[in-house]
């Protein structure tokens, strides 16, 4: 186990507090999510992911610097073998409280369990259409009903809330809001819809956003009335609303028309070991030679909160200084 002290909180020079690392275990994939990744990619050489042990030295640096909160990603990341044994090293590490992951849900059926048994207790399942079609027109693949099952497996394995991310596109998913909903309803899942950003490999459309306020509206026309929580977050990426019948709770992430830049406490490792202060970010520092070659842990943390400091206020999307990053989601981390 690496000793370091407890020192001062990870800050950037806006007095954002970073508390939530987000690492990607692969940048591969089973699918080809339109607004994720193309239909033609070349992913990278298993030799150049970080082991699970450097993953694992990298948190256990990174905690006593104020980092509490793990989330696994991908690519897809149950294409990496063995991540059960990853989530136990990680939950092991003094100062971590919160374990989740996100993934497609393809091959969940078979991995929830074990994932359940090795302290993963947070995850996410990626589901932007119920109807077949469209969900193949979204995602180039079949596999819907694989994707539910997996969804399914995991509230027997314990896991409790499930959540689904549903990501709303103009023009091609407004009839899946209110059928994602029911769903949600029916199965007790917290469905969380998510404006659809320019992180895809195709060009960036604004008119394609399909907006928070009319998720909101359609919701309550269509499924029940909503009120806000009485729990939010301020620093969660996701607006909180309660059906008023009881019936569960939504989220709303609204990257482009209520942008959360300034209460933002997210950090992201790809699968290479690239550390980005922002999900757009445009620089990386390259934490793979030093995890590799045996670096000094007080040398990592100096990169780390100097790649902190020097974050930008806001990724700007919605000024004619937005620039779009040359990675795409898959290979950055969802």
Partial sequence: MIALEKTKPLIDTFGRVHNNLRISVTDRCNLRCTYCMPEEVTFLDKGELLTFEEITRFVEIAAPLGIDKIRLTGGEPLLRRDLPSLVKMIVRIPGIKDVGLTTNGLLLAQQAQPLFDAGLRRINVSLDALDPGRFRQLTRRDGLDQVIAGILAAKRAGFDPVKINAVSIRGVTEHEVAPLAHFAREHGLELRFIEYMPIGADAWERGKVYFAHEILDQLEREVAPLAPVDDYDPRAPAMEFQYADGGGRVGIIASISRPFCMSCNRI??????????????????????????????????????????????????????????????HAIGG
């Fill in 268 to 329: 992201r490792l790809t699968a290479e070991g690239k550390l980005r202060n922002c999900l757009f970010a445009l620089d990386e520092v390259d934490l793979k030679p030093l995890l590799r070659g045996g670096a000094a842990p007080q040398r990592i943390a100096e990169l780390v909160r100097k790649n902190i400091w020097e974050k930008w206020e806001g990724h700007e999307i919605n000024t004619a200084r937005f620039i779009k990053p040359l990675r795409t989601m």
